[in-house]
């Protein structure tokens, strides 16, 4: 069951002033909306985080490949010309929804628990969600490319974990 | 550690001559973080770059923004927390009872760039047992220039990043542009004044509560006693005083009595002395 | 001194130790865990004398970990580092022992005032 479904205190406001916090402070950048056409196909990679309790749903961050990849240089604060594993990449955009994820928890009332962040890609990409209930979108530039962070919320959440 | 030892010596002995803060080894990090932005703006490619520029031409302006970067202490939000959650929950609850005007006056000492009178505000407006009170924030630094920043009350991305909760800022924030301004509700019961502590305050009526939190450090003991003494002067007889979490009265002015508040201490005035 | 990192992210070890030294702790000897039960381990071979922490971890949580150092009789000074630093999460840490949290996203300044009394 939800809480307050009505008057969720998770709003557009919210995320935007969560994620300029997070872009800030964790990548050392500023945020930059992104006013190129809305991206429609799912993106390359997604990393995602549950919350689970009172409130039910899924923060989510999308975007391709190169982005994530930028954002992990950031993070790293890694030249330009060196390249990071993988692991790494996955490692720091799963981080940054983590902590968006945490942040938006920070404005629910009741017990709601955080899961573990996690980075899909290619062929097991979770699609599922598109049947929750969308609660803020905000897509930003990252030098070029589009970052969507979404937050979903569904009535039960086993529904849209893989 | 990337910045050069030569740079760092230079830069030790600048803040050393022009402030008398001491920059102890360890503190190359720091040198380095405060010095970047500068570094930055000025078209250097690193702090190394730009601390050279300085050693090669005397440069006044850029000296004393050296100076200023190591020595300000930027102010967090909520500082150190515990001392916030005992006014919420303990402080100000005891005061609700025994106050029957529904008035409560606090003075933040040293308030500097606001967030500390800002956050008493707000920790207020979340007391349940003060809703609707009349609220009187005066905060007084000695700085006239950051009084008018505090006047202001806006902050830029990387100040409200300090420790100030997402919720809490979109509740009593507006943005403006690539800065927060704080809102009418909170930055309305606060009145900012210059004021020197070492000199004989000048009349503000009676508080409730003081905040004099982290200064008293930049005090030897004589005028640490002195400022206590006049402090006292001004507290209600069952008012509250907030120190700095490595600040206390013992062996300073005993006339103070600390008392345990959640994790933290609050000190009011001894039975006999009121 | 030593100082024990757990953390489940290898990026966000990074990032903490940057900020670490950003806020003038360079000089200590830093030792990494990438879970609670990892970190239980190098708590009880080095002997630190500071535990940082992550929140959510798998094989042990935070909050886990801590318990159970307290439960062996063990009373290392520790902090939490998290992305959830509500009023709720601060008591429950509080009660367990812990001395501080810290919200991520954090900046410099966060580790300052909270470290300064036990690294100085």
């Given at each position: 069951m939800s809480l307050l479904p009505e008057t969720s205190p998770i709003d557009d406001e919210l995320v935007r002033a969560v994620v300029d916090q997070v872009w800030e402070s964790l990548l050392g950048a500023e945020v930059v909306p992104w006013y190129g056409e809305d991206p429609v196909a799912p993106p390359a990679l997604q990393a995602q985080v549950t919350l689970t309790g009172d409130w039910n749903g899924l923060v989510r961050l999308g975007c391709a490949e190169?982005?994530?990849?930028?954002?992990?240089?950031?993070?790293?604060?890694?030249?330009?010309?060196?390249?990071?594993?993988?692991?790494?990449?996955?490692?720091?955009?799963?981080?940054?929804?983590?902590?968006?994820?945490?942040?938006?928890?920070?404005?629910?009332?009741?017990?709601?628990?955080?899961?573990?962040?996690?980075?899909?890609?290619?062929?097991?990409?979770?699609?599922?969600?598109?049947?929750?209930v969308p609660v803020s979108r905000c897509v930003l530039d990252w030098h070029g490319l589009p970052v969507t962070v979404e937050v979903f919320t569904h009535e039960n959440t086993k529904e849209c974990r893989s | 550690m990337s910045i050069a030892p030569e740079a760092f010596t230079f830069v030790r002995d600048l803040v050393r001559r022009e402030s008398a803060i001491v920059l102890d080894p360890g503190k190359e990090y720091l040198v380095e973080s405060r010095l970047t932005p500068l570094a930055r703006h000025a078209g250097e490619g690193d702090v190394d770059a730009y601390v050279r520029s300085l050693q090669v031409r005397h440069d006044p302006v850029r000296s004393r923004q050296v100076v200023e970067a190591l020595t300000t202490n930027e102010t967090s939000w909520f500082r150190d927390a515990d001392p916030f959650t005992a006014?919420?929950?303990?402080?100000?609850?005891?005061?609700a009872k025994a106050r029957t005007n529904r008035q409560l006056r606090v003075w933040c000492a040293a308030c500097s760039s606001g967030q500390e009178p800002y956050s008493v505000v707000m920790t207020a407006l979340d007391t349940p047992a003060v809703a609707g009170w009349r609220l009187d924030v005066v905060a007084t630094d000695l700085n006239e220039e950051i009084l008018q920043r505090a006047r202001r009350g806006t902050y830029s991305q990387l100040e409200v990043n300090r420790g100030l909760p997402a919720t809490t800022l979109v509740?009593?924030?507006?943005?403006?542009?690539?800065?927060?301004?704080?809102?009418?509700?909170?930055?309305?019961?606060?009145?900012?004044?210059?004021?020197?502590?070492?000199?004989?305050?000048?009349?503000?009526?009676?508080?409730?509560?003081?905040?004099?939190?982290?200064?008293?450090?930049?005090?030897?003991?004589?005028?640490?006693?002195?400022?206590?003494?006049?402090?006292?002067q001004?507290?209600?007889?069952?008012?509250?005083?907030?120190?700095?979490?490595?600040?206390?009265?013992?062996?300073?002015?005993?006339?103070?009595?600390?008392?345990?508040?959640?994790?933290?201490?609050?000190?009011?005035i001894r039975g006999e002395e009121r | 001194m030593k100082v024990v990192i757990a953390d489940d992210s290898r990026v966000m070890r990074q990032i903490v130790l940057r900020t670490l030294r950003q806020?003038?702790?360079?000089?200590?000897?830093?030792?990494?865990?990438?879970?609670?039960?990892?970190?239980?381990?190098?708590?009880?071979?080095?002997?630190?004398?500071?535990?940082?922490?992550?929140?959510?971890?798998?094989?042990?949580?935070?909050?886990?970990?801590?318990?159970?150092?307290?439960?062996?009789?063990?009373?290392?000074?520790?902090?939490?580092?998290?992305?959830?630093?509500?009023?709720?999460?601060?008591?429950?840490?509080?009660?367990?022992?812990?001395?501080?949290?810290?919200?991520?996203?954090?900046?410099?300044?966060?580790?300052?005032?909270?470290?300064?009394?036990?690294?100085?």
């Open positions: 190169g982005a994530a990849e930028g954002i992990a240089a950031a993070m790293l604060m890694a030249g330009a010309d060196e390249e990071l594993p993988p692991e790494d990449v996955h490692d720091a955009v799963g981080e940054v929804v983590n902590v968006v994820g945490g942040n938006v928890k920070g404005a629910l009332l009741g017990d709601t628990a955080l899961g573990l962040p996690r980075v899909l890609t290619g062929p097991d990409h979770d699609t599922r969600t598109v049947a929750a | 006014l919420r929950t303990q402080v100000l609850p005891e005061l509740k009593h924030f507006t943005r403006e542009g690539a800065s927060w301004r704080i809102s009418p509700t909170v930055s309305a019961p606060v009145t900012f004044r210059p004021l020197n502590l070492m000199r004989p305050f000048p009349p503000m009526g009676t508080f409730d509560a003081v905040f004099l939190r982290n200064v008293l450090i930049y005090f030897d003991l004589p005028t640490k006693r002195d400022i206590l003494r006049r402090v006292r001004v507290l209600a007889p069952d008012g509250y005083l907030f120190l700095g979490a490595a600040e206390m009265t013992m062996g300073v002015d005993d006339s103070w009595q600390r008392m345990p508040a959640g994790r933290s201490s609050v000190y009011r | 806020a003038g702790f360079a000089h200590h000897e830093y030792v990494e865990a990438a879970d609670g039960a990892e970190a239980l381990e190098r708590i009880a071979e080095h002997g630190p004398e500071l535990v940082l922490s992550d929140w959510n971890m798998p094989n042990k949580t935070g909050i886990e970990l801590l318990r159970a150092l307290r439960a062996q009789g063990n009373t290392v000074p520790f902090g939490f580092v998290t992305s959830e630093g509500s009023p709720e999460m601060r008591d429950v840490a509080a009660q367990a022992g812990a001395l501080f949290v810290i919200a991520k996203p954090f900046t410099p300044e966060a580790f300052e005032d909270a470290l300064g009394a036990v690294l100085s």
